[in-house]
């Protein structure tokens, strides 16, 4: 990893944990829980970016060939190519599945997955723009873009398996974080996923 690449991830993970802890501070909504679970999104967050867009390869090499060649409109043309990389693209966005009900309370598996769609669409916006400017070499590809959206979903579908389990159930509520109208009290408030008491809500 070069020294700037650990620069960006460092700043990332600082960064974020001030931010996790002053949203929870200033929202007298502290505890460690909440505070582990938003310190696991942090770190999750600077692995997707340096997974998607580092290492930065800045250099004007590539600059003459054609645009288009950065973008990837067809789908599955990896399917036979490289299939472990489709995998690795649904694993990547698991854990977003996972973290979304508990920290952005996406109570529906269609909000979960709009999540992801934002993200990785982000994500290939913010590549495609690095290929045609100063960092060359990534595709901004529609695999990208659906198999994101997949693994998004089957965090949520597993998050959905893990809360039939009450030890995991009340876990989950510990650790989730309240919407923002949500009162501010940690026992008044009830994660909206399946089976955790009267705020149960979360569906397909």
């Not at 009162?183 to 089976?195: K, Q, Y």
């Amino acid at each position: 990893m070069k020294v700037v690449d650990l620069v960006i991830i460092a700043s990332l993970v600082v960064g974020g944990v001030v931010l996790t802890c002053w949203r929870l501070v200033v929202g007298d909504r502290f505890t460690p829980a909440r505070l582990f679970s938003g310190i696991a999104a942090t770190v999750y967050c600077a692995g997707l970016v340096f997974f998607t867009f580092l290492p930065l390869s800045i250099g004007p090499s590539e600059y003459e060939k054609p645009w288009w060649i950065w973008i990837g409109v067809v789908p599955f043309q990896d399917l036979v190519d490289d299939p472990i990389g489709l995998m690795l693209n649904v694993a990547l966005f698991v854990p977003l599945g996972i973290l979304a009900p508990l920290l952005l309370r996406t109570s529906t598996w269609l909000r979960t997955a709009l999540v992801g769609l934002i993200v990785s669409g982000t994500i290939e916006i913010v590549q495609f723009i690095g290929d045609i400017t100063i960092s060359p070499g990534r595709v901004a590809d529609i695999d990208d873009l659906i198999t994101n959206v997949l693994g998004t979903v089957v965090g949520y579908l597993l998050l959905r398996l893990a809360m039939l389990v009450t030890a995991l159930r009340r876990v989950a509520d510990l650790v989730s974080w309240p919407s923002p109208g949500a009162t501010d009290r940690h026992d008044e408030e009830s994660l909206s996923i399946p089976g955790s008491g009267s705020g149960s809500s979360l569906s397909t």
